[in-house]
């Protein structure tokens, strides 16, 4: 069945660091691809999605390109900021499914 | 729009009591979602509708858990008896027919004792 793999956490950077959260699927078809960020005690949000190959999300700083070559959907921002600590998921589906997950990752970004 | 509303926020009982998780999806949302999140298993699906018609409830753990969606804007998750393994928080989400882009609510922590 489909599945997403993505990097062991936690990920701890400094403000303005660089990030890449990777991630990588397993589908059939062209399933959807989507970025969550929760924070804590929060529900998850929707960052960024992408609907086809060489699509690229993007919001708040964060993108995301669907490459369908390496099956690959990583999360990188340019500078993170203290707000950016959460927890990052990867997920995929199929249209009018349900959402599969990776583990998450913890993202601490200290000043 | 108020988003998906989930209720109650929280909930402790004791082991062999009955629980019941609520949750109103967007408005003109048709899917709605069941989802558990636990440290061990992470976000796992549990059941969810298209149209107030279940179409996958494979992630029901046992006969304990059970759903129904009688209308467009309401949904229930019932667990009877609840046990210890069952804590964990349980979120709701919905999406529409166009985006399919699911939308969380702010999920309810189930604590059992």
């Known amino acids: 069945g489909d599945s997403v793999t993505q990097m062991e956490g936690p990920v701890t950077l400094s403000e303005e660091a660089c990030l890449t959260i990777?991630?990588?699927?397993?589908?059939?078809?062209?399933?959807?691809l989507f970025w969550y960020v929760q924070y804590p005690g929060e529900g998850l949000q929707l960052l960024l999605k992408a609907t086809k190959a060489d699509d690229k999300g993007s919001n708040k700083g964060f993108e995301a390109t669907y490459r369908k070559e390496t099956t690959s959907f990583h999360l990188e921002k340019g500078s993170v900021q203290v707000s950016d600590s959460a927890v990052y998921f990867c997920?995929?589906?199929?249209?009018?499914?349900?959402?599969?997950f990776g583990k998450g990752t913890t993202l601490s970004v200290s000043s | 729009d108020a988003g998906v509303i989930q209720s109650p926020r929280h909930e402790v009982t004791e082991m062999g009591q009955e629980v019941t998780l609520r949750c109103k999806p967007i408005s003109g949302h048709d899917y709605l979602f069941w989802y558990r999140q636990t440290m061990m298993r992470g976000l796992e699906l549990l059941i969810y509708f298209n149209n107030n018609v279940p179409i996958d409830d494979s992630g029901m753990p046992e006969d304990r858990f059970s759903a129904k969606m009688p209308n467009a804007s309401f949904s229930t998750l019932k667990i009877q008896p609840s046990e210890p393994r069952d804590s964990a928080v349980y979120f709701c989400?919905?999406?529409?027919?166009?985006?399919?882009?699911?939308?969380f609510g702010p999920g309810t922590r189930l604590t059992v004792t």
């Open positions: 989400a919905s999406s529409s027919p166009v985006t399919y882009e699911q939308y």
């Open positions: 997920a995929l589906n199929q249209a009018g499914t349900a959402l599969i």
């Open positions: 990777n991630c990588t699927y397993t589908a059939t078809g062209y399933p959807s």
